[in-house]
């Protein structure tokens, strides 16, 4: 198994910023290609969503709603990757899950964090 462990959300005033981060940590990451790591939100009433993707030759993909303002980034050596959200707006408030998805032996698996509220308000 492979844990994925966010932090950083919160409550910030519209115009805002805040960082997120997730931690991979297992001890399968030794045999496990990660292919793609990604960040997910999820508003109440509504279906989880895709927020930005850093795939494994560096290519970003966004929601055209957060581009321009979100920026996903990772430190390998950290086993972490980052969700920089600037110019925040009250639709932005979900929580956000972490996701990662590679290749171990021959099996595609998917992974996710358990979610961090972030909470844009006056």
């Known amino acids: 198994q492979v844990q994925l462990v966010e932090s950083g959300g919160g409550l910030v005033q519209p115009g805002g910023s805040l960082r997120l981060s997730c931690v991979a940590s297992g001890s399968i990451l030794r045999t496990f290609k990660i292919y793609v790591m990604g960040w997910y939100r999820q508003a109440p009433g509504k279906q989880r969503e895709l927020v930005a993707t850093?795939?494994?030759?560096?290519?970003?993909n966004y929601a055209d709603s957060v581009n321009g303002r979100f920026f996903i980034s990772r430190d390998n050596a950290k086993k972490t990757v980052y969700l920089q959200m600037n110019s925040l707006k009250p639709e932005d408030t979900a929580v956000y899950y972490c996701?990662?998805?590679?290749?171990?032996?021959?099996?595609?698996?998917?992974?996710w964090g358990q979610g961090t509220q972030v909470t844009v308000s006056p």
């Open positions: 850093l795939g494994r030759d560096e290519t970003t």
């Open positions: 996701n990662i998805e590679g290749v171990r032996g021959y099996d595609w698996q998917t992974y």
